[in-house]
């Protein structure tokens, strides 16, 4: 099964501030990766699709790069409603796979 | 409104049996794949399977932890998709999500998702 992590795993950041997560695969996987927000007691919500495509009406300040084996999502001005857990996901090969979450609190 | 909506989750002693379902609605169910994700309490996202749509004639995939316990249906005339689980165990108490593929690459839909709560 194709691991991935994600770094980091907890982050405190404060409104405004620029901030990246990575998610690292444990063999390449193209293009093929998603990332997801999700908040307490909610469903996750798809942002980013094929590493880098934004999924229509998530904010253009999300933003994905990547391909292979290491992937970012970039938040470029985080907004109080970003705080939450970010997941990744490889959809490349079965078993689909997630990340294990970086959770984006309010310093 | 495309929507998801799960039902069916509940408490059910190890080795039992449930049968959870997802209802469609607002897209055209018989076009895409489906998918079941699940999140046991305080932890991460875990893939549990998928059925393809009539044209990749309702295959399946599953993921290793449920592979020979459950069984992903769907039946495309009352869009709804289902997932029978058997032989449970205390590791599959979950919060299970219903989900859209859209194209490739894409899972664009969830559900709200209902608990399933395997205990003594």
Redesign the interface.
């Known amino acids: ?1 194709i691991q991935l992590t994600q770094s980091p795993t907890f982050l405190s950041a404060s409104a405004g501030d620029r901030v990246t997560i990575t998610c690292r695969a444990s063999q390449g996987i193209s ?4 990332w ?1 927000q ?1 908040k307490p007691g909610k ?4 942002l980013i ?2 590493a880098s495509t934004l ?1 229509s009406g998530v904010p253009s300040r999300f933003s994905g790069s990547g391909s292979g084996t290491e992937f970012t999502l970039t938040i470029s001005s985080l907004q109080p409603e970003d705080f939450a857990t970010y ?1 990744c ?1 490889q ?1 490349q090969i ?8 970086t959770k984006v609190e309010i310093k | 409104e495309v929507q998801l909506v799960e039902s069916g989750g509940g408490l059910v002693q190890p080795g039992g049996s449930l049968r959870l379902s997802c209802a469609a609605s607002g897209f055209t169910f018989s076009d895409h794949y489906m998918d079941w994700v699940r999140q046991a309490p305080g932890k991460g996202l875990e893939w549990v399977g998928r059925a393809r749509n009539k044209v990749n004639s309702y295959t399946t995939e599953y993921a290793a932890s449920v592979k020979g316990r459950f069984t992903i249906s769907r039946d495309d005339s009352k869009n709804s998709l289902y997932l029978q689980m058997n032989s449970l165990k205390t590791e599959d108490t979950a919060l299970y999500y219903c989900v859209r593929r859209y194209g490739l690459g894409r899972m664009d839909v969830w559900g709200q998702g209902t608990t399933v709560t395997v205990s003594s």
Not at chain 1, 43 to 46: D, E, G, H, I, Y
Not at chain 1, 94 to 101: E, Q, R
């Open positions: 099964d293009s093929s990766l998603a997801y999700q469903a996750p919500k798809l699709y094929a999924q997941h996901q959809l079965y078993p689909l796979t997630f990340g294990p979450g």
